[in-house]
T-cell receptor, first 114, second 114 residues
Framework: ETGVTQTPRHLVMGMTNKKSLKCEQH?????MYWYKQSAKKPLELMFV???????ENNSVPSRFSPECPNSSHLFLHLHTLQPEDSALYLC?????????????FGPGTRLTVL | AQKITQTQPGMFVQEKEAVTLDCTYD???????LFWYKQPSSGEMIFLIY??????QNATEGRYSLNFQKARKSANLVISASQLGDSAMYFC???????????FGAGTRLTVKP
């Protein structure tokens, strides 16, 4: 595997379900990010992790819970979501947080909340 | 606050011709990076080109070049010799060197006609 991978690619869940999104980067980077991309809206940064420590939470509702066990893996745990949470969730990584480093993105998980 | 503006929701170009996608930004920071990404229908955000705020030369990467006009705060993407595979959404983004926040524009949908 190369670059940034995300699983699953598609997810349909009910409002009472609990599910998790997984992101893995194979680039040796130290910073990882979660973004939400809704229809007709710009990408919204959700969380930033630098060396496994959360450095940014962009006022994300608590029904989204991130986890970063090491610099290569990032999870987004989902529970009691709302239909408006349906979106494409993108993971990205950089060599380090801050600075001019290019963000490399995974293919995204397309989430539908029924 | 940083803001990215892409004023062209959609653009059409004939195959083999050049096209310019507009991007303006607003920031009070002196040190920042500007990025362009391509997002095909599959959803993955593909990095295309980067320009640093202190770079005096316009960035080029193959058929992509960035027309950087710092005083006007514009960072337009020029795609030369358009190909059918260039049809996608294109996002302009900016990141200050001082923080983790990567801001994205609303995107331009480019359609290349045969």
């Amino acid at each position: 595997e190369t670059g940034v991978t995300q699983t699953p690619r598609h997810l349909v869940m009910g409002m009472t379900n609990k599910k998790s999104l997984k992101c893995e980067q194979h680039l040796g980077h130290n910073a990882m990010y979660w973004y939400k991309q809704s229809a007709k809206k710009p990408l919204e940064l959700m969380f930033v992790y630098n060396f496994k420590e959360q450095t940014e939470n962009n006022s994300v509702p608590s029904r989204f819970s991130p986890e970063c066990p090491n610099s290569s893996h990032l999870f987004l745990h989902l529970h009691t979501l709302q239909p408006e949470d349906s979106a494409l969730y993108l993971c990205a990584s950089t060599q380090r947080a801050g600075g001019p480093d290019t963000q490399y993105f995974g293919p995204g998980t397309r989430l539908t909340v029924l | 606050a940083q803001k990215i503006t892409q004023t062209q929701p959609g653009m059409f170009v004939q195959e083999k011709e050049a096209v310019t996608l507009d991007c303006t930004y607003d920031t009070s920071d002196q040190s920042y990076g500007l990025f362009w990404y391509k997002q095909p229908s599959s959803g993955e955000m593909i990095f295309l080109i980067y320009q640093g705020s202190y770079d005096e030369q316009n960035a080029t990467e193959g058929r992509y070049s960035l027309n950087f006009q710092k005083a006007r705060k514009s960072a337009n993407l020029v795609i030369s010799a358009s190909q059918l595979g260039d049809s996608a959404m294109y996002f302009c983004a900016m990141r200050s060197y001082n923080n983790n926040d990567m801001r994205f524009g609303a995107g331009t949908r480019l359609t290349v006609k045969p």
